[in-house]
């Protein structure tokens, strides 16, 4: 069979099945015969794993990581993809696909019954227009994940994998870190699709803490801080929070002496521990 690298195949292969391209659900193959060998094998797709993928298309990644990984299983929207990869994806027995919206199928059930007794890995080139809710979803339901090693649109990822105290990072670049160590791969050009996207890709993985890592009295509170700061992020964290949580400004003062945070800091300019320390704090201060 041709490679589904191929352009003239893939165009073919679309022909066939009177199948179009969606631009609203994302439709951008890789083309790159480099790109799905290496998300592959930097994305544990190897023995003893599982993998998750969102999004097959005409079946591209989902056969790399089929050749390596012990089982595959993806979800897919578009049904009018199932002919095509029943084609393209013939010869293997360890793929399910499973029709459905990544971002409403029950995640956990899937996990549990398709991939009893093995580690699980989360492989995809993501539809663009989910990235940051899907990673949201992913993290947020602790799923027993390991890793999530995805194609996502290069400025998405800078901000993702950027330092949590820094001018790129976002209130999604702090839930990544509260979650696991998210780091760039590699970058991957337009070109690399069919059809050639207008913004150029970069390929990231976030490796999960298998525990807890950071001991934050209410993870609530916590988020509520984060999406409320960066929200504001060019005003004085200190009145934000007074505002939001209807405290008298000395009080929030009294909260920042606390943590050890200076009243006119932004929170763009607060690690990781200073904002766990803060939420902590808080924390007691509300209960009072
Ligand atoms: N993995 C293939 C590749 O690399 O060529 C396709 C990647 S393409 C960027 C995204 C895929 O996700 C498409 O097949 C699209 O139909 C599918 N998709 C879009 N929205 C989805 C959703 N909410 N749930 C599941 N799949 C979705």
Known sequence: MPELTDINYI????????????????????????????????????ENFGILEIGTGVGV?????????EKVVAIELDNKLFPILNETLAEFNNIKIIHGDAMKINLKKIISEEFENLQVAV???????????????LL??????????????????????APVRSRESGAVTVAVAYYGEAKKLFDV?????????????????????????????????????????FSQRRKQL????????????T????????ANILFNTRIEALT????VNLSNILAENLKN
């Not at 998300?39 to 797709?45: F, V």
């Not at 993501?126 to 979803?137: A, G, H, Q, V």
């Not at 990781?272 to 904002?275: F, G, I, S, T, V």
């Open 11 to 46: 165009k073919q292969i679309m022909t066939k099945h009177g199948f179009h391209v969606s631009k609203a659900l994302g439709q951008n193959f890789l083309i790159n015969p480099t790109v799905c060998p290496r998300i592959a094998e930097l994305g544990n797709a190897k």
């Open 61 to 69: 990644l989902t056969k790399e990581l089929a050749k390596r990984a």
């Open 123 to 137: 492989c995809a080139n993501l539809p663009y227009y989910i990235t940051s809710p899907l990673i949201m979803r």
């Open 140 to 161: 947020e339901e602790k799923l027993p994940i390991k890793t999530i090693t995805i194609m996502v649109q290069k400025e998405a990822g800078q901000r993702l994998c």
């Open 189 to 229: 050009t337009r070109g690399s699709f069919l059809p050639a996207p207008n913004v150029d890709s970069m390929v990231m993985q976030i490796k999960l803490y298998a525990e807890q890592h950071w001991h934050v009295q209410d993870e609530n509170l916590f988020f509520k801080i984060i999406k409320i700061g």
């Open 238 to 249: 200190c009145s934000v929070l007074a505002n939001y949580f209807h405290m008298p400004k």
């Open 251 to 258: 009080d929030m003062l009294s909260v920042f002496e606390q």
């Open 272 to 275: 990781m521990p200073e904002l």
